[in-house]
Nanobody
């Protein structure tokens, strides 16, 4: 089973940028994605990427601001987050996509806090 470790979270002002990384131990050819969970809310889909083709999809709330990518050689997935808003504050998780916009094999999460 693939194990995932997220890094790169932190505190940033509104309008700023962060890049999250997700390192996978063991090779997977399944799509992978990012999800987030804000306090008091359910975990929600953010973006996913086909590991082989590189095709991507995004939640409407992040489209045009976030970019998902992967480095096949490094077995690592990234989430570049620009123009951050306070409502982006959440714990961000990476996961293997097991069904349409649904994850499994979760990482431990990384906190992103956007101050206004």
């Amino acid at each position: 089973q693939v194990q995932l470790v997220e890094t790169g979270g932190g505190l940033v002002q509104a309008g700023g940028s962060l890049r999250l990384s997700c390192a996978a131990s063991g090779r997977t050819f399944r799509p992978m994605g990012w999800f987030r969970q804000a306090p008091g809310k359910e975990r929600e889909f953010v973006a996913d990427i086909n590991w082989i083709s590189g095709s991507t999809s995004y939640a409407d709330s992040v489209l045009g601001r976030f970019t998902i990518s992967r480095d096949f050689a490094k077995n690592t997935m990234y989430l570049q987050m620009n123009s951050l808003k306070p409502e982006d504050t959440a714990v961000y998780y990476c996961a293997v996509i097991v069904a349409t916009r649904q994850g499994g094999s979760w990482g431990q999460g990384t906190q992103v806090t956007v101050s206004s």
